[in-house]
């Protein structure tokens, strides 16, 4: 029983984090579920289950927070469902890749990913946006009534929805630990309109991968139904705190969890080797 509340509370915990800063908690949904898979099911979770489990969750946290967003006029309808394009493709193929991994591979590929996506949060805080001119110009009106302008170009924007898709759909995350990242450093999109926005692609590249790991027989729906209260709430209230907080202090929470998960995962990948 004990276990099942941990279950509630990490999709609470996951998506909240995940929706300030636009990762979509799964980064934090498959490493919990690997550790506790004896405990919950009996035996250990199959890391292509794990994935698609967290995919599925994924639906409802970034479905949860895209709202919120949405009313908080944050979200680049436009910009979201260009990265669509090549992000969803790229996550159906991923999440059919899955499969291919398995045991000490999979988990010190997820460890060493973890540990890059950590150092490249620590680093978005220190490296200033590229200075200079895209092809394509954006200008956004926030709730507030900020004026926002940003640019990309467009072929650099799909291969880079391409990439987020495959690594979304391979390891079962929502891919915003690249995309907001990118969007903020390269595109200089504000980091509220890249993290509501990467939501957004969340939620549309999770329903592809997760399309992908139902015809797998890759998802444990009775995971999906303990994780998604949680992820409901967490989503909502992530957006919400996102729109009046800095979210400063959590994200370095987040920075120290992936940086302690993918320690822990590495080790572990390493010893089954």
Request: hydrophobic share 55%.
């Amino acid at each position: 029983m004990l276990e099942w509340v941990l279950i509630l509370l990490t999709g609470v915990v996951a998506s909240v984090f995940g929706s300030i800063v636009g990762l979509g908690g799964g980064i934090i949904i498959v490493p919990v579920l690997l550790l506790l898979g004896v405990q919950l099911t009996g035996a250990p979770i199959p890391e292509a289950t794990a994935v698609g489990t967290s995919l599925a969750v994924l639906i409802v946290t970034a479905l949860a927070s895209s709202m919120t967003y949405a009313k908080q006029r944050k979200v680049d309808f436009r910009s979201a469902w260009l990265l669509f394009i090549t992000s969803g493709p790229g996550a159906m193929l991923g999440s059919a890749l899955t499969s291919a991994f398995h045991g000490g591979a999979f988990q010190l590929s997820f460890g060493i990913f973890m540990l890059l996506m950590a150092l490249l949060l620590i680093m978005r805080d220190r490296i200033k946006p590229a200075q200079r001119s895209w092809p394509i110009t954006r200008t956004l009106t926030d709730g507030a009534g900020a004026v926002h302008e940003y640019g990309y170009s467009l072929p650099l924007l799909l291969g880079i929805g391409l990439l987020v898709g495959l690594v979304s759909g391979l390891f079962g995350i929502g891919g915003g630990s690249l995309f907001v990242p990118v969007m903020v450093l390269l595109f200089r999109f504000p980091p509220h309109v890249a993290t509501a926005t990467s939501m957004f692609v969340i939620f549309l590249s999770s329903i592809s991968g997760s399309v992908v790991h139902g015809a797998m027989g890759e998802i444990d729906w009775l995971l999906v139904l303990a994780l998604a209260p949680g992820a409901w709430l967490g989503g909502k209230a992530g957006a919400w705190i996102a729109g009046r907080m800095s979210g400063s202090a959590i994200l370095w929470l987040l920075r120290i969890t992936l940086l302690v998960l993918a320690v822990r995962l590495i080790w572990q990948g390493t010893s089954q080797l």
